[in-house]
């Protein structure tokens, strides 16, 4: 009889053991994601007043810690004011400058607490409507240079660190595990 206790036992740490494993990497990975961009990755626009993010969940609001910046083709930046939190929605204001392709540096704190950025491309050909083109400024309106930037990790690095984290903790459980049913192995040879 203490042998079926014990085995019940060993099957139960092993389930929770597993159930702790998965979760903390499930839960790790699960930061916000970009679902939407406007203008869209790798598009072509004739004019552009705002640079707006979509994500999954709504960013937190902490203070510098979003960021929007827009570089163009001449290494200056040209988003005009700090970014805007609206539900899931991060905006800032732009004047674009000279033709050619730009690019979106983006930084916020993901409603799980953890900071995620990224950057894409789109491209300017102004159409002869657009408004005069901006000077646009050597520093960023809001957050480091990207040449000074080295603060938030990308999104995936970010993830794939929580999902080693979460291994890892899996691995120690199960080692744990081996460890308790290598005892009850003993225990039972020494019943015997």
Not at 61 to 84: F, M, N, R
Not at 123 to 131: F, I, N, V
């Amino acid at each position: 009889m203490r042998l079926r206790h014990r085995l019940t036992a060993l099957a139960a740490a092993v389930g929770v053991g597993t159930v702790l494993a998965v979760s903390g990497a499930a839960a790790a990975s699960a930061h916000d994601t970009l679902d939407g961009t406007d203008p869209a990755q790798g598009s072509t626009v004739t004019n552009l007043s705002a640079v707006s993010l979509t994500f999954s969940a709504d960013p937190l609001g902490t203070d510098g810690a979003t960021v929007i910046q827009l570089i163009g083709p001449d290494k200056k930046y040209y988003e005009t004011a700090c970014p805007d939190l609206n539900g899931p929605v991060v905006s800032s204001p732009v004047a674009l400058g000279p033709a050619g392709t730009y690019e979106v540096l983006w930084r916020v704190v993901s409603s799980d607490g953890h900071p995620i950025s990224g950057s894409y491309t789109f491209a300017y050909a102004p159409d002869g409507t657009a408004t005069p083109a901006a000077a646009g400024s050597a520093k960023p309106v809001c957050g480091p240079a990207a040449s000074e930037s080295t603060e938030a990790p990308t999104a995936s690095a970010s993830a794939d660190a929580g999902l080693w984290i979460g291994l890892g903790i899996g691995a120690v459980v199960l080692v744990g595990v081996g460890v308790g049913a290598w005892a009850l192995a003993r225990g039972r040879k020494n019943e015997d």
